[in-house]
C-alpha cells in the first residue's frame, strides 16, 4: 500500500494531498447510477410486460397493464416485507416523477395547431365549456366529499383533460402526496377502462349519429388510446373526430396546469421573505409547448411523430409502473370508498355535459 505523505508548509500548517476529499467526476454520477438502477431496471421490465399485454389483449392499453402491474408488484408480500425490494425505490421514484415528466414533454408532438383549428368555432366553445365544467365540477364533488389533500385536484385535472398524463402534469406544479396522486391516476384508469365497454352500448340508444359518436368520445374520455378504442367501434369518420376533439382537451393542459402554478406562486409570494418561491410555469411545460410548436411547422414525418407516440406510452406506462407500486391497496380500500364515488361521479359529469354540447354544437 502506498501512503502519501503529509508535510508541513513554510507556516508549520499541514498540507492537504490534493485528491483528499475530491471524489472522481466519474465516482459522482456513478453513484445516482448504482442507487437508481435496480428500479429503472425493474420499470424497464413492467414496461416490457405491459406492451405485451396490449399486444395480446388491444384493448388493453399499456398504460392500463402498467398501473395494474404496478399495484401488484407493490403489494404482494412475503411475511411481514414487500416483495418488490426497498433498493428499488431510488429508482422508482425517479421514473415517477422525471420520466413521467419527459413523457408530458412529448405528449406535445401529438398536437398541431391546424388539427386544433380545423375543428371550428363550435367545437372548439364546446371542448372548452367541457373542460371548464368538468374542471370546477369535480374539485366541488371531492371537497363535498371531504377528500384530503389534492386528491380534487387531481382528480378534476385527469377527468378534465387527458388522464393519468394530465394528473402527472398537475403533480409536477403542486407536488403532491403520493397516494394522491396514485388515487387520481387510478380513478381515471377505471373509468375510461369502463368507458371502452359502456359507451359503445349507448351510441344508437341516446341518438347519436357517427360523427356526434366520435365527438362525444373525444369530448368525455380520458386517455387517448381509450378514445381510439372506443371511436373506432362508429367507424373512420367517427374515429377522425374523436381524436381531433380529444387533442383540443390535451392542447387545454399546458394553460391549466399554468394557471395553477400562478395562481399558488403568488400564493407562495406571500410567505416570509427568505423561502423558495416556486417556479411560475415549470419546465416541462414549456418543453411540451415546444413540441407543440414543432409538430405544427410540418417538418416532422409521420414516421417520427409516431415513433415518438409509441416512446411516450412507453415512457409513461414507466411512471405509472412506479406510481402503481407506491398503492397500499388495503388503506386504499379502507379510505378509498369515497374517492371512488367521486370519480364515478366525475365521469358521469363529462359524459353528460360533452352529451349535451355535442347535440347543441351539430
Given at each position: 500500500?502506498?501512503?502519501?505523505?503529509?508535510?508541513?508548509?513554510?507556516?508549520?500548517?499541514?498540507?492537504?494531498?490534493?485528491?483528499?476529499?475530491?471524489?472522481?467526476?466519474?465516482?459522482r454520477l456513478g453513484a445516482p447510477l448504482r442507487r437508481n438502477a435496480p428500479g429503472l431496471v425493474v420499470a424497464a421490465a413492467a414496461t416490457g410486460m405491459a406492451a405485451v399485454v396490449n399486444h395480446l389483449a388491444p384493448s388493453v392499453s399499456p398504460m392500463t397493464a402498467a398501473v395494474a402491474l404496478g399495484v401488484l408488484a407493490g403489494n404482494l408480500r412475503r411475511g411481514d416485507a414487500r416483495l418488490l425490494p426497498a433498493a428499488t425505490r431510488p429508482g422508482l421514484g425517479v421514473t415517477a416523477k422525471r420520466v413521467m415528466?419527459?413523457?408530458?414533454?412529448?405528449?406535445?408532438?401529438?398536437?398541431?395547431?391546424?388539427?386544433?383549428?380545423?375543428?371550428?368555432?363550435?367545437?372548439?366553445?364546446?371542448?372548452?365549456?367541457?373542460?371548464?365544467?368538468?374542471?370546477?365540477?369535480?374539485?366541488?364533488?371531492?371537497r363535498k366529499a371531504g377528500l384530503p389533500g389534492d386528491q380534487p385536484l387531481l382528480i378534476a385535472t385527469g377527468f378534465s383533460i387527458c388522464g393519468a398524463s394530465a394528473v402527472a402534469a398537475m403533480n409536477g406544479v403542486t407536488e403532491s402526496e403520493e397516494q394522491d396522486t396514485v388515487t387520481a391516476v387510478a380513478l381515471v384508469t377505471l373509468c375510461g377502462t369502463l368507458a371502452i365497454g359502456v359507451l359503445p352500448l349507448l351510441h344508437h340508444p341516446l341518438g347519436l349519429t357517427d360523427l356526434q359518436f366520435g365527438r362525444w368520445t373525444g369530448a368525455s374520455v380520458h386517455d387517448v388510446g381509450q378514445v381510439v378504442a372506443i371511436g373506432q367501434?362508429?367507424?373512420?369518420?367517427?374515429?377522425?373526430?374523436?381524436?381531433?376533439?380529444?387533442?383540443?382537451?390535451?392542447?387545454?393542459?399546458?394553460?391549466?396546469?399554468?394557471?395553477?402554478?400562478?395562481?399558488?406562486?403568488?400564493?407562495?409570494?406571500g410567505r416570509a421573505a427568505g423561502q423558495n418561491r416556486p417556479a411560475p410555469i415549470p419546465l416541462f411545460l414549456v418543453g411540451f409547448l415546444a413540441c407543440v410548436a414543432l409538430r405544427s411547422t410540418g417538418v416532422l414525418s409521420a414516421g417520427f411523430v409516431n415513433t415518438a407516440g409509441t416512446v411516450d406510452e412507453l415512457l409513461t406506462a414507466a411512471a405509472l409502473f412506479a406510481l402503481g407500486s407506491t398503492v397500499d391497496v388495503r388503506n386504499l380500500l379502507r379510505t378509498g370508498r369515497k374517492a371512488l364515488l367521486v370519480g364515478l361521479a366525475s365521469w358521469v359529469l363529462i359524459a353528460a355535459v360533452s352529451y349535451v354540447g355535442v347535440l347543441l354544437t351539430s
Open positions: 500500500m502506498t501512503i502519501t505523505p503529509v508535510r508541513p508548509d513554510r507556516r508549520g500548517s499541514v498540507q492537504t494531498p490534493p485528491s483528499a476529499g475530491l471524489a472522481r467526476p466519474s465516482a415528466r419527459l413523457a408530458v414533454v412529448l405528449l406535445g408532438l401529438k398536437l398541431a395547431l391546424s388539427d386544433i383549428l380545423a375543428l371550428g368555432w363550435p367545437s372548439l366553445v364546446l371542448v372548452c365549456l367541457v373542460v371548464a365544467a368538468t374542471f370546477f365540477g369535480a374539485q366541488w364533488l371531492g367501434t362508429a367507424g373512420a369518420g367517427a374515429l377522425g373526430q374523436a381524436v381531433v376533439v380529444k387533442l383540443m382537451r390535451v392542447a387545454l393542459l399546458a394553460p391549466l396546469v399554468t394557471g395553477v402554478a400562478l395562481m399558488r406562486s403568488r400564493r407562495a409570494g
